[in-house]
């Protein structure tokens, strides 16, 4: 094999893999564009039939409080869990301890 030869084939490798690598890469980012989209229709079916929303979340304005309502199933006591996991009793407009009504 002359070095010319050998120049070809090393530059048609480099090219061939630099075509692998390109399609590789063309792949992952389609890859990533479609699961993208796919989460942005699963966040607006969430948000859209208000699944996760509990009745501390504001359905107008379509916003989450960001609590995690907890009931103490002994007693019907609810709670409000922050996003931090601290425990608060949730009272209501009078300031009494809200309890879960069926």
Do not use: C, W
């Amino acid at each position: 094999m002359t070095y010319e030869t050998a120049s070809l084939l090393s530059s048609a490798i480099t090219i061939a893999n630099k075509e692998v690598f390109l399609y590789i890469i063309d792949y992952l980012v389609t890859f990533v564009i479609f699961l993208y989209i796919i989460a942005i229709i699963i966040q607006y079916i969430f948000n859209h039939y208000n699944i996760g929303f509990d009745n501390s979340d504001d359905f107008v304005n379509n916003e989450r409080s960001g609590f995690k309502i907890r009931t103490d199933h002994l007693t019907s006591l609810q709670y409000i869990e922050t996003r931090k996991g601290h425990i608060i009793p949730r009272l209501d407009e009078n300031g009494k301890h809200m309890r879960k009504t069926e």
